[in-house]
T-cell receptor, first 110, second 115 residues
Framework: GENVEQHPSTLSVQEGDSAVIKCTYS??????FPWYKQELGKGPQLIID?????GEKKDQRIAVTLNKTAKHFSLHITETQPEDSAVYFC?????????FGDGTTLTVKP | NAGVTQTPKFQVLKTGQSMTLQCAQD?????MSWYRQDPGMGLRLIHY???????DQGEVPNGYNVSRSTTEDFPLRLLSAAPSQTSVYFC??????????????FGEGSRLTVL
């Protein structure tokens, strides 16, 4: 089955700095790569996603890049704000089933 | 629009007891699934369903049963609870499944403690 590795497990940045979270996957059949944000006591919520026929996607301060050859994808958050503090999960979907990374706890210090 | 609703939010069980976690969605989603979330281990797929009457096992199915008699509901049953099933459980749904899979919509979670 699919295996997704996510790094780092914790990330602390100063407000205004950029944050980068990286994921690798193993199944070349995976074709959908979402990123979810989970706030304390809540369920995860989608913040951005990318499909395998696209290399990069941007939505305001958030961007995702995908390298199919190397089987890795990354989340980039620019101009971080305290409200960006949360746990972020990457996922890779193959044949409709999503496999998640172990999560990154992002802390943005004011 | 309620989205995905899970009940109960909190539950404490004794070893060997049985219970059902309820999940309902009002978005007419084809795909529904159950995940468990443990510290440092992300979200692991327990069971999933691509439509009414169809269910399949995920990564960690042992000790859990599911059924999908309607499009809206996808209950998760623990027949004989064990301490290893102490976790936070999330139900998630998606409009489509298979190669056209898309965003998962998650419920708020059900925190289960087995003593």
């Amino acid at each position: 089955g699919e295996n997704v590795e996510q790094h780092p497990s914790t990330l602390s940045v100063q407000e205004g700095d950029s944050a980068v979270i990286k994921c690798t996957y193993s199944d070349s059949a995976s074709n959908y790569f979402p990123w979810y944000k989970q706030e304390l006591g809540k369920g995860p919520q989608l913040i951005i996603d990318i499909r395998s026929n696209v290399g990069e996607k941007k939505d305001q301060r958030i961007a995702v890049t995908l390298n199919k050859t190397a089987k890795h994808f990354s989340l980039h958050i620019t101009e971080t704000q305290p409200e960006d503090s949360a746990v972020y999960f990457c996922a890779a979907s193959s044949k409709g089933k999503s496999t998640f990374g172990d999560g990154t706890t992002l802390t943005v210090k004011p | 629009n309620a989205g995905v609703t899970q009940t109960p939010k909190f539950q404490v069980l004794k070893t060997g007891q049985s219970m059902t976690l309820q999940c309902a969605q009002d978005m007419n989603h084809e795909y529904m699934s159950w995940y468990r979330q443990d510290p440092g281990m992300g979200l692991r797929l327990i069971h999933y369903s691509v439509g009414a009457g169809i269910t399949d096992q995920g990564e960690v199915p042992n000790g859990y049963n599911v059924s999908r008699s309607t499009t809206e509901d996808f209950p998760l049953r623990l027949l004989s609870a064990a301490p290893s099933q102490t976790s936070v459980y999330f139900c998630a749904s998606s409009l489509t499944s298979g190669v056209n899979t898309g965003e998962l919509f998650f419920g708020e979670g059900s925190r289960l403690t087995v003593l």
